[in-house]
């Protein structure tokens, strides 16, 4: 069983609540979205065939034990869950990053699943999945990226829909780069008293001239 690799990487985890952490990254080439703000196009195409075996060596390499499955958008290949199977077998504890436009339903649950609920400034936010809500866990995560006010209300209203779990700790609100503001993102929640994490892209922060393997 092989997959389309865009490329294996060890970095700082900067997009969930493990952000600081170092991580192992496998991003999967391949996206159903064409998202406004996108910074990973690049994983849109291009990629090398990878047996599992030869992705769970390559991990093995950087010797760390969290290891996060993105793209691209993992999910639009029949393998990744037995990909991620597999590297829980091997005792890594696994997340994926998910567009939430496609069933997460056939994840393992072991795996931590953080997924993006697409607000109106993406383009995208029609093919949400708000299926999708129901079959998280509270080991689980939602993201929503905000460029404006209007992604803001939006998410919001969203989150009325998520499980009652999700409230205190789980939902990340993070700003669109260079787009939007973080202290205004900031102010608002303050201001709505929003029981939701302010979350900011530290790699980008660390490595702000880097564009791909951080």
Known sequence: MSLLINEIFYSIQGESLSTGRPCVFIRLSGCNLRCSYCDTTYAFNDGYEFEIENIENEIAKYKCS???ITGGEPLLKKE???LISHLL???YEVMLETNGSLDVGYVNAECIKIMDVKCPSSNESEKNRFE???LLTEKDQIKFVIGDRNDYEYAIKTIKRTPAYFFENHILFS???GIMSP??????ILSDHLKVRLHLQIHKI???DVERGV
């Open 132 to 134: 999708n809500l129901s």
């Open 66 to 68: 969290l290891v996060e």
């Open 175 to 177: 700003p669109v780069h």
């Open 183 to 188: 202290k205004k993102l900031a102010e608002w």
């Open 206 to 208: 660390i490595w702000p």
């Open 89 to 91: 077998s091997k005792g």
């Open 80 to 82: 990744t869950p037995g």
